[in-house]
């Protein structure tokens, strides 16, 4: 692990560049989808959410189907849990791999306490590189929110329900707005619902989007047509 003073100055760094990218770069959900941009709100630096965890892997890696804002399916395969103390807690977190193209990069999606109020409601990211020895610097100070947190034109797949932490996580990014910021996964599907009919959704009310499994990046995937 990085000093806690280098720690912090890479973070405060990472964070600007991240910034630099969402307000110009033309991959940006907010350059692609024509969104202004105002900048990405965090939680101050925080070591004690920097903890050391240890990936018990799955006997045979399995697959996994996430839901997503539009009511669709994340084809994920799901690899193990990471174990780990946070708030006097032992804690655990299934960890995903996302499928070709992410190489050994792999996908934590995770909810806790803060959720649908300081924090995005369907919930967060983090992504961790394998190797060997399956012990990670599990830092949730570089927690993030997937791209549906700002635009409806990316699908993204939402933390099951084991993810969901008992506790407050008060690291890593907020909600970006308040007015994008639907207290639960549930409430995003059927706000897009609400969208896509002109009307409420009531209980007996009818997925909205096509039950095609898609891999999805650890961001979202951009649907190829609305």
């Not at 050391?52 to 399916?73: F, S």
């Not at 995903?96 to 992410?102: I, K, L, M, N, S």
Request: proline share 8%; hydrophobic share 30%.
């Amino acid at each position: 692990m990085a000093a806690g003073g280098e720690w912090e100055r890479d973070l405060v760094e990472e964070r600007r560049m991240k910034d630099e990218f969402m307000a110009r770069h033309p991959e940006s959900p907010f350059v692609a989808g024509r969104v202004p941009f105002h900048d990405l709100r965090y939680f101050p630096p925080d070591a004690s959410y920097r903890v050391r965890a240890t990936l018990v892997r799955a006997a045979i890696p399995e697959e996994a189907y996430l839901r997503t804002n539009r009511d669709g399916q994340a084809v994920m395969r799901y690899l193990g849990q990471l174990s780990f103390s946070l708030a006097g807690r032992s804690l655990k977190l299934g960890v995903y791999h996302a499928g070709e193209g992410v190489g050994t990069s792999v996908f934590v999606p995770f909810r806790d306490r803060t959720s649908g109020d300081e924090s995005y409601g369907p919930g967060r990211y983090l992504t961790l590189e394998l190797n060997e020895s399956d012990e990670y610097d599990l830092d949730f100070n570089r927690a993030f929110n997937p791209y549906c947190a700002y635009t409806d034109d990316y699908e993204c797949g939402f933390p099951p329900a084991e993810n969901d932490l008992p506790v407050p996580v008060r690291a890593g990014e907020k909600a970006w707005a308040a007015d994008r910021n639907p207290r639960t996964p549930s409430s995003v599907v059927l706000e897009q619902v609400r969208k896509a009919t002109g009307r409420p959704a009531g209980r007996g009310a009818k997925r909205s989007a096509g039950k095609t499994a898609r891999r999805a990046k650890a961001s979202g995937t951009k649907p190829k047509s609305r």
